[in-house]
């Protein structure tokens, strides 16, 4: 049997590429595939761009998962650690390893597709047919400390602010995993300035976990960045020009130096707002002459400091409607790869992207108390981590959190049974009804419609 070529880890599937999968898309084993690894609270969207524009290009995608999946069953490796996976109602989810031919990635299967990752040794975790299907991700926030004093901090943090418990924490970790959860996106404030960064990511990756990063690149040394290269599984610097001072982009820029310096697998960070979308072009310029293969544009969220200046800072209608076009011109002209937020799927349903290829590819708005969880630094657990001042949880084990919390279950109603206009949008349950936290401060309701979705407010 002729094997189709798979998609590298460094460059995915085009439709300008010749490649053909030779045998049909395998649904009945691959339901999604969501690229690259997790390093940011909001980054349940997958790797974007043409890929979602060809039937063909997302037919490879899963077919060469499937491909990976049988030779696997055929004969299962033993230099590496068996691939992770938790069962679900509809089949599970597989945390396929960095040296797959299409990983790294999550990827859910079907009962079939299962089946065939048990054949080929995979490690099964969590608890098969929970009541509440775990998170498949958590950020988790190691410190409320930060000295760079980002306008748009998103949890006010400060010089000053507190750091998590580690004992505390390596306790919620344990939990996490007991659950069946695959990836952390450990942060902050800054998480280079924490001991328990590093203790965290050890633990994790012991457990078999995912640790991913996202740092502004204070208090990073080549010590560190040595040390956070050998365990976590991407690190993202944040790099928001126009947005943050001078210094901040010094710092940025800085630990893109040592971070590859050291061999760690990066990303860089940008929030869009009015202010960082004159400077794209330049940024997108300078990443790919640094060589740095993946880029993550995040939504601006008014929480924290950010909320001070949000209306003056967001994005405007224009320049949302502009967001998907913008991002296939720059992906096209750098040899890009650009990942969105959850925020920003419906700017992707507004230009009619096909929502199967949206569905296959990962892309997830929303996840937020479902696909995503967030613990604080002391403690509490959110649907996700801009959440902390729409409600007022005490620290509670993870497994009585997931189920009971109320907000966390008002979330999960509203994506089920949303109201109008998203009730009758093509795109509901890839969207899940756009940015809670802009909901929250543009309307007083978390529950309402996303009021800067163009589908909702033309």
């Not at 076009?325 to 750098?334: I, K, Q, T, W």
Request: aromatic fraction near 4%; hydrophobic fraction near 40%.
């Amino acid at each position: 049997m002729n094997e189709p070529e798979a998609p590298t880890p460094d460059r995915p599937d085009r439709p300008d590429r010749p490649d053909r999968p030779d045998g049909p898309d395998r649904p009945d084993l691959v339901r999604a595939v969501h690229l690259g690894h997790a390093p940011n609270c909001s980054a349940t969207g997958s790797i974007v761009g043409d890929m979602l524009l060809s039937a063909t290009a997302t037919a490879v995608l899963i077919n060469s998962v499937a491909v990976w999946l049988a030779s696997r069953a055929r004969a299962p490796s033993r230099d590496e650690p068996p691939p992770r996976l938790r069962r679900d109602r509809r089949g599970g989810v597989l945390l396929v390893p960095s040296t797959a031919p299409v990983g790294p990635a999550r990827v859910e299967l079907t009962e079939r597709g299962v089946e065939l990752a048990l054949a080929g040794g995979a490690s099964l975790v969590g608890r098969a047919h929970a009541p509440r299907r775990p998170p498949d991700e958590v950020h988790f926030s190691v410190t409320e400390r930060c000295p760079v004093g980002c306008s748009h901090c998103y949890i006010n943090a400060t010089p000053k602010g507190r750091d998590a418990d580690l004992d505390q924490a390596l306790e919620s970790l344990a939990e996490l995993d007991a659950a069946g959860v695959h990836e952390l996106a450990l942060g902050g404030g800054e998480a280079g300035l924490s001991d328990a960064t590093l203790a965290l990511a050890r633990d994790a990756r012991r457990r078999g976990m995912i640790p991913n990063l996202t740092t502004s690149g204070a208090g990073l040394t080549p010590d560190l960045a040595q040390q956070l290269a050998a365990v976590v599984g991407q690190v993202n610097v944040s790099i928001d020009p126009g947005l943050r001072g001078a210094s901040a982009s010094d710092l940025g820029w800085r630990a893109l130096d040592l971070l590859q310096g050291a061999g760690a697998r990066i990303g860089v960070n940008t929030v869009l707002s009015a202010s960082t979308w004159p400077h794209l072009d330049t940024l997108a310029s300078k990443l790919a002459a640094r060589g740095i293969g993946e880029w993550q544009w995040l939504r601006l969220k008014p929480s924290g400091r950010g909320k001070t200046s949000y209306l003056e800072d967001r994005l405007t209608p224009a320049q949302r409607l502009q967001v998907w076009p913008r991002l296939l011109d720059l992906e096209r002209a750098h040899g890009l790869r650009i990942r969105i937020d959850c925020a920003m799927v419906p700017f992707l349903a507004a230009h009619q992207v096909p929502v199967e290829s949206l569905e296959r590819a990962g892309v997830y708005g929303c996840p937020a108390g479902d696909r995503l969880g967030s613990r604080t630094a002391d403690g509490r657990w959110l649907p996700c981590s801009f959440a902390g001042e729409l409600t007022d949880p005490k620290p509670t084990p993870f497994a009585e959190a997931w189920a009971g919390d109320a907000l966390l279950n008002a979330w999960r109603s509203r994506a089920e049974t949303p109201p109008a206009p998203c009730d009758q949008c093509a795109y509901r349950a890839v969207c899940r009804g756009g940015c809670r936290i802009v909901s929250a401060h543009l309307t007083g309701d978390p529950l309402a419609p996303d009021p800067e979705c163009p589908l909702v407010s033309p």
